[in-house]
């Protein structure tokens, strides 16, 4: 069975959103270091001048920090929960013919998602898989054998 979460993606995550806060924080506070650094040079001659430097250091650094934070921390936080997630339930295992649905959703602070049928014998089965592993399984109409953990697809093996 080919599995699509597995440890190494879990700390890599972990690490990115690790690295992203660390990196956005240090960002501000060296933007500040060298705001107060340029305040300690302040004359009457060169108030001005620096007034509008540090306004504007600080505010691009400011603009940075949180673009940094809304397009990349929270991305990498939430998939590094989610990742998280999936291996501290339970695991089922369900066979059929999968097809992936072609939109997805986003799941407010968590990842995106895209809808996937499995027909069973018992009838067809509602299934999530993550948007970011959506073309790591075969095509639509495969037999397969899927693993799930609270409805997401955790892993599969086509089936003859």
Known sequence: MKRLYTPETA???????????AFSLGLVALALIVCVCLCAQVS???AQTLLITCII???LAGWACILLLYFAYVPARAQATHIAG?????????????TIHKEGF?????????????LTAEGPLSLNISAGLAHQLPA????????TVRRYITGYEVIA
């Open 11 to 21: 700390r890599h995550w972990k690490r990115r959103s690790t690295f992203t806060l």
């Open 44 to 46: 009457t001659a060169n």
């Open 57 to 59: 250091l600080f505010t």
């Open 86 to 98: 999936m291996f501290s339930a339970e695991v089922e295992t369900f066979e059929g013919v999968l």
């Open 106 to 118: 986003h799941i407010p602070k968590s990842v995106t998602v895209r809808k996937a049928t499995l």
């Open 140 to 147: 639509n109409g495969s037999s397969v054998r899927v693993s």
